[in-house]
């Protein structure tokens, strides 16, 4: 939200208000990023699934973060953070349902704790205006757009944990490659698909103010590197660890900030720290146990 909120350029000092442009410039970057890696690091072999494969995780992709944004209009953002804290369970959901991932109970388990202590930190941490936006009359249509940017997300990281089951030799730059690849040619036809397009006006700013154009490449650079690491987990741990580290990221924030703002935390907000690591450690200790037993059997083999 930096080329919004707070950055003017010019000497007219106008603001940068195509945020869907960043979208596909971020495509666009990551694509190139994604390519050099692997004729870098995979000597240009590609074992990994068809681009076809990405598709539909491309267009929930695209279409998922969109309708989360869209939901603040409706919801406030701690409102937003506490439906968005299960992020998890419909992972899980979609996992199973869609593709016959199996997980196991105390995996189960695992994620209700997290899920559930987060949750109940955000609604300890609630303040009275927060309350009073959750009688918003449009409030139920920002909980649908988060419920459908839940759905979305769980559908695109069941997706990516298919393909990399079903092609056991994709990478994380693989995946990396064919999600940007779809999401360039969405935000491409969303851009400059039509006469009124925004795309248009985007460039133009970017024209006049060459500065502009600095900043998104930096922006872009960033998302690249994140990424990274995004997809590397995925690929090497599954989309349910992944969002797990990125849920918790969020609550341990929040965990941090409090304390050292000298603000301390009640008793329910202790419980709900006490339920998301009780959850993690767990869920550290089964994937533990389970490379141990993948250990033994390929020794035994």
């Known amino acids: ?52 494969s990405y598709w539909s995780a491309g267009i929930t992709n695209t279409i998922g973060p969109a309708m989360g944004i869209e939901a603040l209009k409706y919801i406030s953002y701690p409102a937003q ?26 995996e189960y388990v695992c994620t209700l704790l997290v899920a559930g202590g987060v949750s109940t930190f955000a609604l300890s941490k609630t303040s009275s205006k927060t309350i009073s936006k959750l009688a918003n009359p449009n409030a139920p249509l920002g909980y649908g757009l988060c419920f459908l ?51 248009y006006d985007a460039i133009q700013f970017c024209k006049q103010h060459p500065e502009v154009a600095w900043d998104i490449l930096l922006y872009c650079l960033c998302g690249a590197v994140g990424q990274n690491f995004i997809f590397l987990t ?15 990221r969020k609550f341990v924030s929040i965990v941090v900030s409090s304390l050292l703002s000298g603000n301390p935390l ?31 059997k390929r020794k035994s083999t």
């Open 1 to 52: 939200m930096l080329f919004r909120s707070t950055k003017r350029f010019g000497p007219d000092k106008k603001r940068f208000e195509h945020l869907a442009f960043l979208n596909l410039a971020q495509n666009v970057v990551c694509l190139i990023w994604s390519y050099l890696m692997i004729k870098i690091w995979s000597n240009g072999q590609n074992g990994g699934a068809p681009w076809l």
């Open 81 to 106: 953070v506490l439906a968005k804290s299960s992020k998890m369970i419909p992972v899980m959901l979609m996992g199973a349902l869609v593709y016959g991932i199996r997980y196991t109970f105390p």
């Open 149 to 199: 940017n839940l759905a979305f997300d769980g559908f695109t990281n069941a997706t990516q944990d298919s393909i990399t089951a079903r092609y056991p030799k994709t990478s994380a730059w693989n995946i990396m490659l064919g999600m940007n690849l779809w999401g360039t040619i969405y935000n491409m036809i969303f851009m400059f698909g039509w006469p009124n397009a925004t795309g």
């Open 234 to 248: 995925i690929s090497r741990f599954g989309s349910l660890t992944n969002t797990t580290i990125t849920t918790t």
């Open 266 to 296: 009640s008793e329910k907000q202790w419980a709900s720290v006490f339920m998301v690591f009780s959850g993690l450690s767990y869920q550290i200790y089964l994937k533990w146990k389970k490379l141990k037993r993948a250990q033994k």
